[in-house]
Nanobody, 124 residues
Framework: VQLQASGGGLVQAGGSLRLSCAASGRTYNRYVMGWFRQAPGTEREFVACTSRNGGSTDYADSVKGRFTISRDNAKNTVYLQMNNLKPEDTAVYYC??????????????????WGQGTLVTVSS
């Protein structure tokens, strides 16, 4: 599978953005899909993920209640709706695909396929 992320941009604090990640290939629904982010000078960190059928989701504590991950398997696309954005959400956001078990969902190392990243900048 190949991944193409989009939807980043510049937004004021308190605003919203929706990221999209389109996947190629006919086996998309075999993958756990995740979003990670990397701010300047920091390591990449887990943001959110969704199970193969979209029935289960998980979030980093820092985004719970503000971000929502969803997927449309008919469109081979995963979304990250980001509300009430804060300056500390500024980062390059990456979507990723994993064939691993759900129990390892937050581990960057189990995601074997990555999109190119999309920059989100939140101004104060």
């Amino acid at each position: 599978v190949q991944l193409q992320a989009s939807g980043g941009g510049l937004v004021q604090a308190g605003g919203s953005l929706r990221l999209s990640c389109a996947a190629s290939g006919r086996t998309y629904n075999r993958y756990v899909m995740g979003w990670f982010r990397q701010a300047p000078g920091t390591e990449r960190e887990f943001v959110a993920c969704t199970s193969r059928n979209g029935g289960s989701t998980d979030y980093a504590d820092s985004v719970k209640g503000r971000f929502t991950i969803s997927r449309d398997n008919a469109k081979n696309t995963v979304y990250l709706q980001m509300n009430n954005l804060k300056p500390e959400d500024t980062a390059v956001y990456y979507c990723a695909a994993s064939t691993s078990i759900w129990g390892l969902r937050a581990r960057e190392s189990v995601y074997g396929t990555w999109g190119q990243g999309t920059l989100v900048t939140v101004s104060s």
